[in-house]
């Protein structure tokens, strides 16, 4: 049976892509790479505008490193994000798609900020993975690379179910063994839109003026951009259309509880 979820940020690409043409970002850097499929695209956008992609990945897929040995403009990183990030220069947009927990995006997202401050750059991020399920809810593909006091209770192999705080075993969307996750949803420092969300708050009060717009669908593109920069009108007027809209988020749910479903009889008849 083909893969049923789709998954990938790539699916968001027409958004982001016209992004980075509107606020004239030349120099990408992606964190997760997995198969590629995003990689790819930003690394023939970054040719077109004679810049440079860096995608940092301890452990991606075979097919980006088959892939990416070939690809001059391009540079990988084979070490987790927060090990890397020091090594970056100039770099006008971000993409997060890693670690899907509080505390990984949260310092991802403080160390970007202030290497944007270091070169002088607008901040310009594209986060995945803000809504359900890891939107409230940590997911860890490597529990014990997380500080004891930033970790929350795991679990491999139970699954969550939407509108349900505690993880239901044999059930719902479940790692199957590959990652973990939190046991419960929601509370302080718990999930992806939880990391963004006290960013932005920290952010305020230190006097940043950043601006956050949300596409509620294939599990949530979060992006974060600061409103000084000379590009920042054009891409709201960008993003506005998509932001929160309730047709995308119905049929996010939609798709959601029909691939649920599919889980559901697959478990049964297992």
Known sequence: MPDLLIHSMSEFSDIILESLKIAKARNIVEIGAEYGGMS?????????????LTSIDPQPKPEFLDWVGHADHVTHIGKPSLSALDAIK??????IDGDHNWFTVYHELQAIDALCRRDEKPL????????????RRDMYYAPDMIPNDARHPHDFNAGAMPGHSPLVLGRGFRGMGHFAWAKHEGGPRNGVKT?????LAESCDAGRDLAYAEVPAVFGLGIVFDLDAPWSSALADHVIPYHE?????????????????VLDFQDRAA
């Open 40 to 52: 790819m695209m930003l690394a023939d956008y970054a040719l077109e505008q004679g810049g440079h």
């Open 90 to 95: 100039d770099a006008d947009a971000w993409l």
């Open 124 to 135: 310009l991020a594209f986060l995945h993975d803000v809504a359900w399920p890891s939107g």
């Open 195 to 199: 990391a963004v969300e006290d960013f």
């Open 245 to 261: 809209n309730r047709l995308i988020a119905s049929l996010e749910a939609n798709r959601l509880a029909n691939y649920l479903t």
